[in-house]
Nanobody, 118 residues
């Protein structure tokens, strides 16, 4: 069994910064992909950023403001969010594709709330 635990959300004023963290634990052989998605009430969950061995991918709405990075030794992915805007307000979810003793597992974290005030 694998698990993702997120942290780092909170309330920030527009123009401010936050850093989200997501740590994977459990029977992990390899992590193929780690990424961040976000969701607001009544809307579908949308991609924010992902990171593979080929590099990062960002949603157009966050390019130049958000940076995804990973600490392989800690099985942790980070999302540094700068120049935050009210429209970035959402629940942010970590997602990972993990090779474990059970095979390839795609799993989600529990979500962390990010609120940007104007």
């Amino acid at each position: 069994q694998v698990q993702l635990v997120e942290s780092g959300g909170g309330l920030v004023q527009a123009g401010g910064s936050l850093r989200l963290s997501c740590a994977a634990s459990g029977r992990i052989s390899r992590i193929n992909v780690m990424g961040w998605y976000r969701q607001t009430p009544g809307k579908q969950r949308e991609l924010v950023a992902t990171l593979t061995s080929s590099g990062p991918t960002y949603a157009d709405s966050v390019k130049g403001r958000f940076t995804i990075s990973r600490d392989n030794a800690k099985n942790t992915v980070y999302l540094q969010m700068n120049s935050l805007k009210p429209e970035d307000t959402a629940v942010y979810y970590c997602n990972a594709e993990i090779v474990s003793g059970l095979g390839i597992v795609r799993t989600w974290g529990q979500g962390t709330q990010v609120t940007v005030s104007s």
